[in-house]
Nanobody, 117 residues
Framework: QVQLVESGGGSVRPGESLRLTCEAS????????MGWYRQAPGSQRELVAQ????????TYADSVRSRFTLTKDGAKATVFLQMNSLRSEDTAVYYC??????????WGQGTQVTVSP
């Protein structure tokens, strides 16, 4: 089992910033990829940003590239999503996602991000 603990969501105005944190209960060396997805009301869940466990490959959605940055905490299974210049269309529930090398796919419980004037 992989436990994911998310934090950092909230309500901000357009142009402001938030940082999301996700900590996994397993070793970083047992993880293939770790990152964030989001789901807005009435929409499908979509990839926001994802990195390989070594941090050498990071993928961003086109809509967030240059505004969001995904980083990790050294050798820990913890990732941070720094979200700058937030827009109303970034409003969604954000889910941490882990692809474990042999246990499969895991999701966090979700954290709400609301961007409104």
């Amino acid at each position: 089992q992989v436990q994911l603990v998310e934090s950092g969501g909230g309500s901000v105005r357009p142009g402001e910033s938030l940082r999301l944190t996700c900590e996994a209960s397993v070793s970083i060396f047992s993880i293939k990829t770790m990152g964030w997805y989001r789901q807005a009301p009435g929409s499908q869940r979509e990839l926001v940003a994802q990195m390989s466990s070594g941090g050498t490959k990071i993928t961003y959605a086109d809509s967030v590239r240059s505004r969001f940055t995904l980083t990790k905490d050294g050798a820990k299974a913890t990732v941070f999503l720094q979200m700058n210049s937030l827009r109303s269309e970034d409003t969604a529930v954000y889910y941490c996602n882990v692809e474990h090398s042999w246990l499969g796919t895991y999701w966090g419980q979700g954290t709400q991000v609301t961007v409104s004037p």
